[in-house]
């Protein structure tokens, strides 16, 4: 699951922001890169 929220994250991205998915991707890794990974809160 949280894979999923990382994919969700890119593709928001991507869609707010109108850039493709490699795009948004390297924007992802530029977020954890600056900031460290972040902690994503998922439910089982």
Do not use: F
């Amino acid at each position: 699951m949280p894979t999923a929220v990382h994919d969700n994250c890119v593709r928001i991205y991507a869609d707010a922001r109108g850039v493709s998915s490699d795009e948004a991707k390297s924007w992802m890794s530029d977020i954890e890169r600056q900031h460290g990974p972040y902690v994503a809160d998922v439910l089982a």
